[in-house]
């Protein structure tokens, strides 16, 4: 059932905490509804995460140190979303659905303890302590009914722990009172409500004025000083710097309620020594406005606030989840883009290392067999009827130094092989440290996947010293020459008359053989010098190092699919949290029945909303407007589309050059959209890429 706002009896507050109560069991349901759908999403997802970590167990990944490190980041995912329900569930139970919550912000000495001295009558024990107390000093009192949390100055912080303390409970209330001073808006007081913003809580800011008031104060000039204290323009101007701190955030805070009281004269006005001027001072505290502001917020929308505390406690984990996911497989992406990169150039590098390596040997074996060949026709001259020919030819040979050559050669390839390994290497680990660091600026907690020092010692094994040379050559390669160059000078002798061309024949038939043994020398040292060549260059270095980079690539984009298929399962249900918080709100302000319209939703809680419609349909400005008054959340609209980059340049508006997005398909669906000046688009279009991803469910990313 839905509740629709009735007119409030006479005693406003009263009835308007009635009905709280009853708009807090309806939050509790639907918050306990959006956890059922997200505790079924998780289990789901579990599973999956569960079955890819045993296929990587068991698969035959080569390295167990990347194994392992895919194995511990999915197992992280996992434990991290298995007990988000249940602290989501701790988080809704902690919420009061009895009374209505206010938490008091402010920083140290901005009159906190003064405030709660009015609310309950105190003697003013606690004035003035506020800077020693510690951070976990939680103070909660009752005032009208309403359960009031003072938690300690912000500036009085010390550490992440003890914000936590305070935005814990800020987390639980169901209305902020945000107290400054007239002293000019610091830096830390608007981060810290833009954080409050952030969890999508309700705002009623408080300024304080100094003015020095006590029993030797002259009370006529005491009021000539605070008229002038609430000067109009002076008090716009104050605001005006608030609001523009809000621009920082891109953020419009002008939303925010207002109220301006000097607290300290209406501490005073309940003391018993300024009983004769009790009545004069409250009236110029001007306190009663205030106290008449918070009653109206509440009997006029504080039984919605109650419903959106409950929603909103398990909303903002959600969109930090599944932004977290988002950003973590963008990341992964660009990384493993940055390895398909490294892969080409080193398969192009590779082919030209093989084809000029195969034909740099050809060169020095065709040098060799060259220069011995031309050494052919001199040595048979001398050597024709030498009995000791070999012994002399393998002199020529070692001059040469063909072993020493063919060496030389094989290591130079070795060597320039080697160096490019290391600069691939060096490049992919300089790169991804990069994307690394850039993703990390986003609050991006995730350990690297890859390191480009480790891909090069899974790959190689240095070569330039240690190349398996050996064997090249088969002992005494022409030693047989000798027996058939002694025969024919034996022959000679005897047969004087033919001996010139006995003689020709001989050293014929000597060059003929050395040539042909030449030749077959180089067909040996070519066997064995490309046989080097492949088996220990190619095939133990450059094949592996290109299959290791294809091995993490695959998984890379494994676990990027799969913190995108998570953060979109997620976002589904978020979407459907989201459309049950709008049907409420509608139905609270009158409009029931017009969520028809709205197709999807993305939101940011405290922030804004995107609003899909049908294209064609038109959402009522009054309905708008309504909306936008009541969640304090600005409203854009985006017409449904089935270009997908249309639909993504309406959400993300003018901030960017619409004309530079590139929508990226993997396995033909759309997956990413690129953006190339990311990084320079203001607060406000980040705010709206951000729901943009929620609409399109499209990595984001330069």
């Not at 011995?372 to 002399?392: M, P, Q, V």
Request: charged share 25%.
């Amino acid at each position: 059932m839905l509740f629709k706002k009735q007119p409030k009896p006479s005693n406003e507050l009263s009835a308007a905490l009635i009905e709280c109560k009853a708009f807090a069991k309806r939050g509790h349901v639907l918050a306990n509804d959006a956890v059922l759908l997200l505790k079924r999403v998780v289990r789901t997802v579990s599973r999956e995460i569960e079955s890819e970590i045993s296929n990587l167990e068991i698969s035959n990944f080569n390295d167990a140190t990347t194994t392992s490190s895919l194995v511990s980041q999915l197992s992280s995912i996992r434990s991290n979303f298995e007990i988000l329900p249940q602290r989501l569930m701790e988080d809704i139970d902690s919420i009061s659905k009895t009374t209505f919550s206010i938490t008091l912000f402010g920083r140290t000495m901005a009159g906190k303890s003064t405030l709660m001295e009015i609310l309950t009558h105190g003697k003013g024990e606690s004035i003035g302590k506020g800077s020693q107390r510690t951070t976990r000093d939680v103070r909660t009192y009752m005032y009208r009914d309403l359960q009031i949390t003072d938690v300690p100055g912000i500036a009085a912080f010390e550490g992440e722990e003890d914000e936590d303390v305070a935005f814990d409970a800020a987390k639980k209330s169901d209305l902020i009172l945000f107290l400054i001073t007239d002293d000019a808006p610091q830096a830390c007081e608007a981060e810290c409500l833009n954080r409050i913003l952030g969890l999508g809580k309700p705002v009623i800011c408080i300024i304080n004025l100094k003015a020095d008031i006590s029993n030797s104060t002259s009370l006529k000039m005491f009021k000539r000083d605070i008229l002038k204290k609430f000067d109009v323009e002076r008090l716009d101007t104050i605001k005006q710097q608030f609001f523009d701190f809000g621009t920082q955030y891109g953020q419009d805070w002008r939303t925010i309620r207002f109220a301006y009281v000097h607290l300290k004269s209406a501490f005073l006005s309940q003391q018993s020594e300024f009983k004769e001027s009790s009545a004069e001072l409250f009236g110029l505290s001007r306190f009663n406005y205030v106290e008449n502001l918070i009653v109206s917020e509440i009997s006029k929308n504080g039984s919605f606030y109650k419903l959106k505390a409950f929603s909103d406690i398990v909303v903002v984990p959600v969109v930090n989840a599944l932004e977290v996911l988002f950003f973590q497989s963008a990341q992964n992406s660009k990384q493993g883009t940055i390895l398909v990169g490294k892969r080409k150039k080193l398969k192009k590098w590779t082919d030209e290392f093989e084809s000029d390596g195969k034909r740099r040997i050809e060169i020095l074996l065709s040098s060799i067999s060259g220069e011995l060949k031309r050494e052919i026709a001199t040595f048979a001259e001398d050597n024709y009827d030498n009995s000791n020919a070999s012994n002399e030819w393998n002199k020529i040979l070692k001059t040469r130094n063909v072993e020493q050559r063919a060496s030389n050669l094989l290591r130079q390839l070795g060597k320039e092989c080697e160096e490019e390994l290391r600069e691939i290497s060096r490049e992919i680990n300089s790169e991804v440290r990069f994307s690394h660091t850039v993703f990390s600026d986003s609050s991006i907690n995730m350990h690297m996947l890859i390191d480009g020092k480790r891909i090069w010692n899974w790959a190689t094994t240095l070569v330039s010293g240690g190349l398996m040379i050996s064997s090249l050559f088969i002992t005494g390669p022409i030693g047989w020459i000798g027996l058939g160059v002694g025969f024919f000078g034996w022959l000679g002798s005897l047969l004087f008359s033919d001996r010139e061309k006995k003689i020709h024949d001989a050293r014929k038939k000597l060059e003929k053989k050395l040539s042909d043994h030449i030749d077959q020398m180089i067909v040996g040292l070519r066997k064995r010098m490309l046989c080097i060549f492949y088996d220990e260059l190619m095939k133990k270095q450059l094949y592996p190092m290109s299959r290791t980079i294809d091995d993490v690539i695959s998984s890379i984009f494994m676990l990027s699919k799969m913190q995108q298929d998570f953060a979109t399962a997620l976002n589904r249900k978020l979407q459907e949290i989201n459309a049950a918080v709008i049907k409420e709100a509608l139905a609270y302000l009158g409009y029931a029945g017009l969520e028809w319209h709205i197709e999807s939703t993305a939101r940011i809680p405290g922030y804004a909303m995107i609003l899909v419609l049908d294209d064609g349909k038109r959402f009522p400005d009054d309905a708008s407007k309504a909306l936008f008054y009541l969640l304090k959340e600005k409203i854009w609209f985006v017409f449904k589309k089935e270009n997908i980059k249309a639909m993504l340049s309406q959400a993300i508006g003018r901030g960017c050059d619409r004309g530079t997005i590139r929508i990226q398909y993997i396995d033909n669906s759309p997956r990413i959209a690129h953006i190339p000046f990311l990084d320079n688009v203001d607060v406000s279009t980040k705010n709206r890429i951000r729901m943009a991803q929620q609409i399109t469910e499209l990595l984001i990313m330069k």
